[in-house]
């Protein structure tokens, strides 16, 4: 039984190790440890910088080849509003990872290893979501999903917005779409993968107060976790969804975002209430089933001249099985 114990906790310090290394393998990271990497080599810096410098720098660094097409074809010098609007909107499309980004590495992470992981009472469960982990920040399957759907991406905006403005949307807009698209699908595959987690820790055996499943605590701080990502998905989706309806080129693409948006934010929150549901009523009835055993072990007996002692354990017994069903 010790020899058990020793292996969960030696299984929960690896996969804690795991998770803090993994911090810099979402596929945002990489791109800004790259460029930090840069900005420490050019300028000579001590450390690296934060990470948000170097979200910075290459935000300017995507918008450079577009503006300086725009400049060398002077389309720039005839955009009117709706382009420029339509430029403001981009940079709103490269925020995306970068809320991604915090989302996942100051909530998600870190809600899974300090609280999840130590609650888990199995080391297969423990294999299961390390496996989860891998393919969550896999290089080979980000590479491949950003460059397929930022490629579908920059086909359909500028397909769509140049039938909006009844003009081709020009050479420079089309290079900065087309630019940033890549970096805007990146929190798609996030979606993807957080839509298969909640289902999956249903079937985890977790460390439950036994009495009062519902008010255990590694419910209420999964409970909150799996919140925090939704709100701040649903944060973006709504602000995005409020910003490019301002814009009369770019109303039809508020389908798009229903599609890739609103459906997966709703989705999430139904998955998240399934799962927790199914976690306290998987752990009630483990419990009742027990209680149930218990209280029929000692009906079996007459209960016409048994002590006053197991009559009281008997309502005892009914009573928590009462207090636990309710």
């Known amino acids: 039984m010790m020899e058990d114990e020793a292996a969960l906790q030696e299984k929960r310090a690896e996969l804690k190790r795991v998770i803090n290394e993994g911090m810099e393998k979402t596929f945002p990271a990489y791109f800004f440890n790259a460029v930090g990497r840069g900005l420490r080599k050019v300028f000579r810096l001590k450390k690296q910088p934060h990470w948000s410098v170097s979200a910075f720098v290459l935000g300017v660094l995507m918008y450079l080849p577009g503006i300086m097409v725009a400049v060398a074809t002077r389309e720039i010098f005839q955009w009117k509003e709706v382009r420029v609007l339509y430029v403001a909107l981009i940079a709103l499309a490269y925020l995306a990872p970068i809320v991604s980004h915090i989302n996942v590495v100051y909530n998600v992470l870190p809600g899974i290893r300090d609280e999840l992981v130590d609650s888990i009472q199995s080391i297969e469960?423990?294999?299961?979501?390390?496996?989860?982990?891998?393919?969550?920040?896999?290089?080979?399957?980000?590479?491949?999903?950003?460059?397929?759907?930022?490629?579908?991406?920059?086909?359909?905006?500028?397909?769509?917005?140049?039938?909006?403005?009844?003009?081709?949307?020009?050479?420079?807009?089309?290079?900065?779409?087309?630019?940033?698209?890549?970096?805007?699908?990146?929190?798609?595959?996030?979606?993807?993968?957080?839509?298969?987690?909640?289902?999956?820790?249903?079937?985890?055996?977790?460390?439950?107060?036994?009495?009062?499943?519902?008010?255990?605590?590694?419910?209420?701080?999964?409970?909150?976790?799996?919140?925090?990502?939704?709100?701040?998905?649903?944060?973006?989706?709504?602000?995005?969804?409020?910003?490019?309806?301002?814009?009369?080129?770019?109303?039809?693409?508020?389908?798009?975002?229903?599609?890739?948006?609103?459906?997966p934010t709703i989705l999430q929150f139904l998955i998240n209430q399934y799962a927790m549901r199914k976690i306290i009523i998987t752990a009630k009835w483990g419990i009742l089933n027990r209680l149930q055993a218990q209280i029929k072990e000692v009906q079996k007996n007459k209960l016409i001249d048994v002590a006053d002692t197991t009559l009281a354990r008997l309502n005892q017994l009914m009573d928590l099985h009462d207090r636990i069903s309710a």
């Open 125 to 263: 469960d423990l294999d299961k979501l390390q496996s989860w982990m891998n393919a969550f920040w896999s290089l080979r399957k980000w590479l491949a999903f950003v460059v397929w759907c930022g490629l579908l991406y920059g086909i359909v905006s500028t397909i769509g917005f140049s039938l909006s403005l009844g003009s081709f949307l020009g050479f420079g807009l089309t290079t900065l779409t087309f630019s940033v698209g890549p970096f805007f699908v990146i929190p798609l595959l996030v979606i993807f993968y957080m839509l298969t987690l909640p289902s999956q820790l249903a079937d985890y055996h977790l460390n439950l107060y036994e009495s009062d499943p519902a008010n255990s605590e590694i419910i209420l701080r999964l409970n909150n976790t799996l919140n925090v990502y939704l709100y701040i998905l649903a944060g973006y989706v709504a602000i995005s969804t409020a910003l490019i309806s301002l814009n009369p080129a770019t109303t039809w693409f508020v389908f798009v975002i229903i599609l890739i948006g609103w459906i």
